[in-house]
């Protein structure tokens, strides 16, 4: 299952993009009207992007009165992102929507300030608001993910949304200055790819709930590797922006990596990464430590 | 919009500036002041590119080579290939009467294409030095400043529709003094199609991304 991750995609600006995946993921939604953080939002680094815009979106009330019913007539699966300033916030929107596929609760934005309580009391109070299935979007930033990750599913999380940006500052060569307005911001792009394996192969291990992978994805080798460490679906984020029509060309490759494979789905290679190896591959490994092949290989 | 593969037909510098030929096959160049968001090679987001020249085979950009992604489009030679998304956004309107094209440094780029369109109306450009304004010769009937003097200095005393496109501080001062001027904005942005809300600004109380609402905007 291919998405695209949360503020990555317009779909009514782009339907046609929005109606090759699987499901929308909106932009998150707070309570108010946030016009976002003040320009330059957006800057390029060698091996991704740094964004600060900082949750611009129309708030809630307009979002469910004029956005979702707009988004609705796509009849494309929807995925709502939640966010607030606090739990009571977040339930509050939560308790707000149906006739959703999910709810995405956005716990990690590295550009506003956090809500004062833990990701687990945010879960808990959205639970006791809503049916929907809660996925609960974590920042790659904890020390420890795979704590993070238990306590959310403890929490009523139905599912995780792995990875978040990681806070990152690009300078203005020149001026040697920050490049957005913000100093820092949030970066993602291919970077972010090693973050996001490790990320989903802490957590798959944790947990028990599904996890969507995201973070660096650009082909669909990519995807199959964050299958292959726990995720069962996979998002697309700073792709989307180079490459509106990234998805298609992604299924097709990741449809041709898992027929190489002798794989009927994708999903056939789902925690792969966490399998032992299998006895050939172990003695490939046994060969290559035996002095013999050593020698033959650097001939 | 379309993404397509295209060729490089040409690369040649104009002062400081590079000019970038691709081979059209059959991509609309859209409304000038409307873009492509052109891949650069090597690095993880594509550069926007106002349409600078248009006919039937080619179309063309001039690039300002100021950082690492439009130096490797500065770079692209004969030959070479990249990917072009769109056209985007929304360019000049041609309904004007008395069209004056005013631009500034880099933001001339898509005032040739304009006067195309336009018939060759009078055109009013400013540069930082005399290499600068080697670009001046892209458009017809320019009038041409070089800093200090600046392009709001020389403006006629008679009205005309003005069409401009320029450093933010030029359009900031022609938006006060030509209420009614077409003004082709530029911001950072990561896709140009609406999708990152990177060059979003707020006009009249309202998010407008520049992407899907501008480049060009109304003055007033």
Request: glycine share 10%; hydrophobic share 45%.
């Amino acid at each position: 299952m291919l998405l695209n991750a949360s503020g990555c995609l317009d779909a009514l600006a782009a339907p046609d993009v929005a109606r090759s995946l699987d499901a929308f993921v909106t932009k998150t939604i707070t309570p108010l009207p946030r016009g976002g953080n003040a320009p330059v939002r957006i800057a390029e680094t060698d091996a991704g992007m740094l964004n600060s815009i900082g949750l611009a979106n129309p708030g809630r009330e307009r979002f469910l009165a004029e956005t979702l019913p707009r988004l609705r007539e796509l009849g494309v699966p929807l995925w709502v992102s939640v966010g607030g300033f606090s739990a009571r916030e977040y339930a509050e929107t939560c308790a707000r929507l149906e006739g959703i596929a999910a709810i995405e609760l956005n716990l990690s934005c590295p550009n506003v300030d956090e809500a004062p309580e833990s990701a687990a009391e945010i879960v808990t109070a959205c639970r006791a608001a809503t049916d929907l299935p809660l996925y609960a979007k974590l920042s790659p930033a904890a020390w420890d993910i795979a704590a993070a990750a238990r306590a959310v599913e403890t929490a009523g999380a139905d599912g995780l949304s792995l990875v978040n940006t990681l806070r990152g500052l690009a300078l203005d060569e020149r001026t040697l200055r920050p490049l957005l307005a913000t100093g820092t911001g949030g970066y993602s792009g291919p970077a972010l790819k090693p973050v996001a394996l490790a990320a989903v192969y802490a957590c798959s291990r944790a947990t028990e709930i599904p996890i969507v992978g995201m973070g660096g994805v650009r082909t669909g080798l990519d995807a199959l590797e964050l299958i292959a460490a726990g995720a069962s679906a996979v998002a697309l984020g700073t792709i989307l922006f180079a490459d509106p029509y990234a998805p298609a060309r992604i299924r097709s490759e990741l449809a041709a990596e898992t027929a190489a494979r002798g794989l009927a789905d994708p999903l056939a290679a789902r925690g792969s990464a966490h399998r032992t190896p299998t006895s050939a591959a172990n003695s490939d490994n046994a060969l290559q430590k035996t002095p013999g092949n050593r020698h033959k290989s650097t001939a | 919009m379309r993404r397509e593969l295209r060729n490089v037909t040409g690369s040649e510098a104009v002062g400081p500036y590079t000019l970038l030929r691709v081979a059209a096959g059959g991509l609309d160049a859209g409304a000038p002041g409307q873009f492509f968001m052109l891949e650069a090679p090597g690095r993880v987001l594509p550069r926007p590119m106002s349409v600078c020249l248009a006919t039937a085979r080619e179309l063309a950009f001039l690039v300002d080579p100021i950082g690492p992604g439009t130096r490797a489009l500065a770079a692209l030679a004969s030959g070479d290939r990249l990917h072009l998304l769109g056209p985007l956004g929304r360019g000049f309107r041609p309904d004007v009467r008395r069209p004056l094209l005013v631009g500034g440094g880099i933001g001339i780029a898509p005032l040739p294409f304009l006067s195309q369109r336009l018939g060759r109306p009078p055109a009013l450009l400013g540069f930082r030095t005399a290499w600068h304004a080697e670009a001046a010769a892209l458009v017809p009937n320019a009038e041409v400043c070089l800093e200090p003097t600046y392009v709001t200095e020389l403006l006629p005393d008679e009205p005309h529709d003005v069409l401009a496109c320029g450093p933010e501080p030029m359009l900031e001062a022609l938006r006060a003094l030509v209420p009614d001027a077409q003004l082709a904005w530029e911001a950072p942005m990561a896709c140009g199609y609406g999708a990152c809300y990177g060059c979003a600004v707020e006009i009249g109380g309202e998010l407008k991304r520049l992407c899907v609402e501008g480049p060009v905007l109304r003055a007033a």
